[in-house]
């Protein structure tokens, strides 16, 4: 999808290899949420096919990586960008590195379910608790690359904020698997699945957060990472006038 | 240090830039590493006020990342590098990420002393066992920094090839704290203090390894990422000669 803020070169061949970093990138979140999605559905209904699916499918994630990595070294060392055509490549390079890395959660998710195939199982109501926080942070993901593809700081706020109810749900399932242990230590291995799961997808929020970050840099160009709120706030609204 | 493989530009203040960006990276490591010693050490001897130290410490952390990306970002908007040039930039980017991540293990471990001040100690066995472990990671570290700032390719292999140790020892750590908590209901929360800590061993010696893949791709013009070992090998002899 063109983005009426990337390009307006003399080079129209530059305007859209620009593009093409960003549809590259938001491509490569369309695959990894699709993992994600995979990883749940398949520690859900423990179904062996789909994690070793999942895991496999990382090597693809992987390699996208590296051609996006190589995409925008490539514009940096021919077009020599400035400005928002800099930042917009530095950005992107960075969003590419945490997409990555929710690659990699979703191969743990899968590897959760691979390492206690035969180990006794979650309850349908802790699986719906982890479905019920996979649910969010999915959404959050979605929302993030839309606001970096959108180049939108106000939006990209908005769903940095997204992240606390995922942390809030983390610490709660996290809470609960360490009492079920602490009670039952028959309950020990399902309370261990569970916790890593929860913590894959809590990372997962995580690099959404990042996302959102880059896409601040890219619409304000200030790096906003370690910022608290109000800060945030501040940065985002400033230059709007 | 000045290293002889940097520089040689007409503008001396360019190659000062750039060695500038190189050492700050190497200075933000040693806080890093100073970091990670004094958490393993709080840890260790329960010592909350050295852990609360290391937790505020992260913001000091925080703010060496935000200044060197705005050096090299500064670097790339107004010197317009190529090459080589370029590629020492980018690599130092990528690379104090990885350090940025490795402070947050750092402060990990701190948390993780802080969190369960009034509960149960591990045994000395065990300290020691995680003290192993840190040695090797810290060492790690220190070679994968010692690597990128000589640019040596040869050397950031190497030191990639430390991790298999650290990998094993986390294996072997989790094995045993998994197990103890098995067998005794009573051992739960101090084998999850101890997870907590091999596991933020296990993740710097992870990002240890992708700083000697930023000094590869430096040195060698390649994206090594997610390659195994016997291309890795091939990369690294190949532009010797």
Known sequence: MPNNKIGGHYSQAYDEELQQAVDRLVDMGGLVLQQLR???AAFTTADVVLAKQVKKGDRQVNSFEVD??????DILARRQPAATDLRLVLSVLKSINDVERIGD????IAKTLLKDEQGSRPSAEQLAELNGMSAKVQ???QHALLAFQQID???ALN???EDKAIDDDYSRIMQQSLSAMMHDSQQISVSLQISNVAKALERVGDHSRNICQHAIFLSKGRNVAHLNDDELQQIVEKKRD
């Open 38 to 40: 995979d990883s749940m």
């Open 68 to 73: 996006i990595d190589e995409h925008c070294l």
């Open 105 to 108: 959660q979703a191969k743990r």
């Open 139 to 141: 959404l959050m993901l």
């Open 153 to 155: 700081a106000d939006k």
């Open 159 to 161: 769903v940095l904020r």
